[in-house]
């Protein structure tokens, strides 16, 4: 059975780092594309970050781009998102999810296993 345990939100001042894991419980984490999404108060979950499952290919959101970085370590079934330069509008529940297949996706729908969420907040 598969379980992603996310840990390391928090409360931030604005421009400062957070660093985000994610632990996959299970023996196929190599072969899962893994992805970092975010939900704010009234908004709908959109896609962070994502990287492929054997990490030689990311994407990230337009605005998060130069200041968040997704890495994965498959010895330690583990994913993180490094965050810096945090803003305001980056506060949000973050979720960790993965994907049984080569590609990245932008959608949720895609994502076949999640994590549950953490709380970041970046004060101004």
């Known amino acids: 059975q598969v379980q992603l345990v996310v840990s390391g939100g928090g409360l931030v001042q604005a421009g400062g780092s957070l660093r985000l894991s994610c632990v996959f419980s299970g023996r196929t984490f190599s072969s899962k594309t893994m992805g970092w999404f975010r939900q704010a108060p009234g908004k709908e979950r959109e896609f962070v970050a994502g990287i492929s499952w054997g990490g030689g290919s990311t994407d990230s959101l337009d605005s998060v781009k130069g200041r968040f970085t997704i890495s994965r370590d498959n010895a330690k079934n583990t994913v993180y998102l490094q965050m810096n330069s945090l803003k305001p509008e980056d506060t949000a529940v973050y979720y960790c999810?993965?994907?049984?297949?080569?590609?990245?996706?932008?959608?949720?729908?895609?994502?076949?296993?999640w994590g549950q969420g953490t709380q970041v907040t970046v004060s101004s």
């Open positions: 999810a993965a994907r049984s297949a080569w590609t990245i996706s932008h959608a949720s729908s895609a994502y076949d296993y």
